[in-house]
């Protein structure tokens, strides 16, 4: 593995162990001219994946920039690297296991809200919200709407007249997304 510093070809690696429930190797490097450090993670790779943009433009597969986007939809959310690494991973086994050599943007991006759904509510709002272009109060709502039905267990049922959605023993990860948002209607109902 070549420097990344100076470019020695010949580095030496310092250290290896698993990460990601046994998915990948990390290896610390030491550059023996510069004495530079880096990490370098080993995974496997089934196979290469194109993905094709909305422009009809195809570009390879990049799990780094898929990261990316990922963790600006978590910016200071509470949420561990390591359980972030794992979502990551189960999408890209999700996109090799589908056997299609090119996957539309559309495909990851739909793939990236179902798992963060599951991880963070605020994160997973974040992300619809730039990913779907929501323009209007009701795609807020829409969205609100599945995080209730997730989240609070009797969602699902018709109100009683006079019951109100707020009344209802919801997780307080729903309430929260709604508070960070603007207000969908004026009488607080979540649904
Ligand atoms: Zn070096």
Redesign the pocket.
């Known amino acids: 593995m070549r420097?990344p510093?100076?470019g020695?070809e010949d580095t030496q690696v310092k250290d290896s162990r698993p990460t990601e429930e046994n998915s990948s190797i990390r290896r610390r490097r030491v550059?023996p001219?510069?004495a530079?450090r880096f990490t370098t993670f080993e995974r496997v790779q089934l196979r290469e994946l194109m993905v094709l943009k909305r422009s009809g433009r195809k570009v390879a597969f990049d799990r780094d920039k898929l990261v990316n986007s990922v963790n600006v939809a978590l910016r200071k959310r509470p949420i561990d690297a390591d359980r972030v690494e794992r979502m990551v991973s189960g999408i890209v086994r999700q996109l090799e296991a589908s056997g299609e050599s090119e996957i539309a943007s559309s495909v990851i991006g739909e793939l990236v809200i179902d798992a963060l759904r599951g991880l963070d509510p605020v994160a997973y709002v974040r992300f619809a919200s730039v990913y779907r272009d929501f323009r209007e109060v009701a795609d807020f709502e829409s969205v609100l709407g599945e995080i209730a039905r997730d989240t609070i267990p009797d969602a699902g049922k018709p109100l009683k007249g006079g019951d109100r959605a707020d009344s209802e023993p919801g997780r307080p990860e729903a309430k929260a997304v709604a508070a960070r948002l603007p207000r969908a209607k004026s009488s607080g109902e979540t649904h």
């Open positions: 420097c510093f100076c020695c550059c001219d510069c530079g």
